[in-house]
Nanobody
């Protein structure tokens, strides 16, 4: 059974940085896609970033483009999210989602495995 566990959240001031990690367990890590989503209080869970295994290119939501960097290490079975220039609008619980197959998906309904989430709070 495949599971994912997020880590790295915390409290940071506006303009600061955090790095999130998602560790996957189980086999066939290279056969599925991972992505970062986030959910702010009272809002829907939204797509943040994913890494296209086929092209080797990242894909970002417009709201984080230029500030966040996603990376994936198949040998270590990890997905990371470097978040720079954070602002209060980035405050949310960040989730790592897993979907079978290599195509990137931005819809949360495509992802069948989720971690417990890690809280990111950005103070002004």
């Amino acid at each position: 059974q495949v599971q994912v566990v997020e880590s790295g959240g915390g409290l940071v001031q506006a303009g600061g940085s955090l790095r999130l990690s998602c560790a996957a367990s189980g086999s066939m890590f290279s056969s599925y896609s991972l992505a970062w989503f986030r959910q702010a209080p009272g809002k829907e869970r939204e797509f943040v970033a994913a890494f296209n295994q086929t092209s080797g290119r990242p894909y970002y939501a417009d709201s984080v483009k230029g500030r966040f960097t996603i990376s994936r290490d198949n040998a270590k079975k990890t997905l990371s999210l470097q978040m720079n220039s954070l602002n209060p609008g980035d405050t949310a619980v960040y989730y790592c989602g897993l979907k079978w197959g290599l195509r990137i998906g931005v819809s949360r309904g495509l992802y069948s495995v989720w971690g417990q989430g890690t809280q990111v709070t950005v103070s002004s």
